[in-house]
């Protein structure tokens, strides 16, 4: 199947408009999700200014980072946790078993416990003023295959008995950047697409030693072959974790954080209305970065 390749110009990015930075803010609390063998997994929690509102629902976004499933940390996320509770969602960074620190097998336990973080939303979605249809999974890395995980995985296996199966664990739309599949058959997302797996918005560096861009093109033209909704941004100098936010001077973390923002609101996720004014300036200091140009991305749609 030939790719089709589209470029259009981002004029300003909606991004710019809090202060970023890992310790820029912290968490407004923690929620804990599961608990194994005695061990509390928690998710970091960044809710929006009107959280407190009476009889208010509010899309989720829930994050998993990467670290080849072995290492990592929730705080790498915090940066687009802030940024998306200013978008109105509640937004939570998700800490989940690692192979060094936890000795589980990896990426098995690592998928349980990504979809039980989203079964454990959903199951107290009453309690946490969470609007059960509209939750995004997210995920960088080996994070990417957790998040693809959610919505692509069906196997038994995959599952454990912290929550009811009945309640699902696939989300309504998937954000994934510089995701690693290179796994087992049974656990590499690419291979179990279906028609009804929800929509994809994708990003990978062109210059990403860990994965081709001919490895993501491949990826997107399987999901558009189920009908799957896909949206595919190379960013061409971009290196494998290109999209990270802990750099508040990251181009790339802006424009991609930008163009989730305007997919969000295309599958009915957010409302464009509520999109913040556009700003000049960037990061905390305020100092203005110069923003992609046509020639530095390449999209497939």
């Known amino acids: ?3 089709f390749l589209f470029f259009f110009p ?22 804990v999700y599961k608990t ?12 929006p200014s009107d959280y407190s509102s009476e009889g ?11 670290g080849s499933w072995a290492e990592g940390e929730s705080n790498w996320h915090w940066p687009d946790c802030k940024y998306w509770s200013k978008r109105g969602m509640v937004a939570v960074s998700v800490d989940y078993r690692l192979k060094n620190r936890d000795q589980v097998q990896v990426p098995l336990e690592c998928v349980k416990d990504a979809k039980s973080a989203i079964r454990f939303l959903r199951s107290s979605s009453d309690r946490l003023k969470i609007d059960p249809k509209r939750i995004v999974a997210m995920g960088d890395s080996a994070g990417g295959q957790l998040a693809a995980a959610t919505a692509t995985l069906s196997d038994p296996r995959t599952n454990d008995d912290v929550y009811n199966l009945s309640i699902s664990c696939v989300p309504q739309v998937v954000v994934l950047t510089c995701p690693w599949f290179k ?4 656990l590499c997302p690419p291979k179990h697409l279906r028609e009804g797996v929800p929509p994809f918005i994708t990003f990978a560096g062109g210059s990403d ?12 033209q399987a999901l558009k072959k189920q009908n799957i909704v896909s949206e595919l ?9 290109f999209c990270n936010g802990r750099n508040p001077y990251n181009r790339f973390f802006y424009w991609s954080v930008d163009l989730t923002d305007r997919f969000l609101v295309k599958q009915g996720i ?18 203005k970065l110069r923003i992609l140009r046509e020639a530095e991305y390449q999209s497939f749609l």
């Open 1 to 3: 199947m030939r790719a």
């Open 10 to 31: 981002i004029f300003l990015l909606h991004t710019a408009v809090w202060a970023l930075g890992p310790n820029s803010r912290e968490p407004d609390t923690q929620w």
């Open 36 to 47: 194994v063998s005695g061990k509390d997994l928690k998710m970091d929690v960044f809710l």
């Open 56 to 66: 208010k629902r509010f899309p989720s976004i829930v994050i998993f980072h990467g």
């Open 183 to 186: 796994t087992s058959p049974d």
């Open 209 to 220: 030693t860990a994965i081709s861009v001919a490895e993501m093109i491949e990826f997107h």
């Open 233 to 241: 941004y190379i960013g061409n100098q971009g290196k494998h974790g």
């Open 270 to 287: 957010l409302n464009e209305a509520s999109i913040p004014k556009l700003k000049q300036g960037f990061g905390a200091t305020g100092k």
